[in-house]
């Protein structure tokens, strides 16, 4: 009788150790963290990156934008053995950031690293990614520090643009 009680009781304790940590894997793996930067903050981070790269600048307004992301998190996916990192990095307005911004993606159910830029001066921040982007977005770099690999698009993609890419970006096929 008292070692069935003991029983029940540890029953209880595994179930709600159980319970406790499947939430907090839950809580963990669905949450997106935005991280406040500076544009030297994502010029170093590209940089010292060791994976194959795909780092889009973005905004929750920009239909564009918006429709193309899509496509690199399903491409990204896909080259996972090739561990491409995506790199979403926002351009939202600072009223937007981070409740907005934090809500768009988890209502967009996004998966990648993000980024919300803490920077207005595009005069400034453009040319230290690319000297030919003119402020506009979408812009997406495509880099692997390993191979030397950088490619720059100052347009939206397509998903076949965005497939052909990676597949440059990671060696699949000649540039």
């Known amino acids: 009788m008292i070692g069935d009680k003991a029983i029940k009781s540890d029953i209880r304790i595994m179930r709600m150790i159980l319970f406790i940590g499947f939430m907090l894997?839950?809580?963990v793996s669905f949450s997106q963290e935005v991280k406040?930067?500076?544009?030297?903050d994502v010029a170093v981070y590209i940089q010292n990156s060791t994976r194959p790269m795909l780092?889009?600048?973005w905004a929750t307004w920009c239909a564009p934008c918006v429709q193309e992301i899509p496509y690199f998190i399903e491409t990204v996916k896909r080259y996972e053995a090739d561990s491409v990192e995506l790199v979403l990095?926002?351009?939202?307005?600072?009223?937007?950031y981070p409740k907005q911004?934090?809500?768009?993606?988890?209502?967009?159910n996004y998966e990648a690293t993000f980024f919300w830029l803490n920077e207005t001066n595009a005069d400034y921040f453009c040319?230290?990614?690319?000297?030919?982007?003119?402020?506009?977005?979408?812009?997406?770099?495509?880099?692997n520090n390993k191979?030397?690999?950088?490619?720059?698009?100052?347009?939206?993609?397509?998903?076949?643009?965005?497939e052909l890419e990676t597949q440059k970006l990671t060696g699949k096929i000649k540039s």
């Open 147 to 162: 191979t030397g690999y950088r490619k720059f698009f100052n347009r939206a993609l397509t998903d076949r643009q965005v």
């Open 36 to 40: 406040k930067v500076k544009i030297t």
């Open 127 to 143: 040319p230290i990614i690319d000297t030919k982007w003119d402020g506009t977005i979408p812009v997406t770099l495509f880099v």
């Open 89 to 96: 990095v926002s351009l939202d307005f600072p009223s937007y």
């Open 25 to 27: 894997m839950a809580s």
């Open 101 to 108: 911004v934090t809500n768009f993606i988890k209502q967009k």
């Open 55 to 57: 780092v889009n600048f």
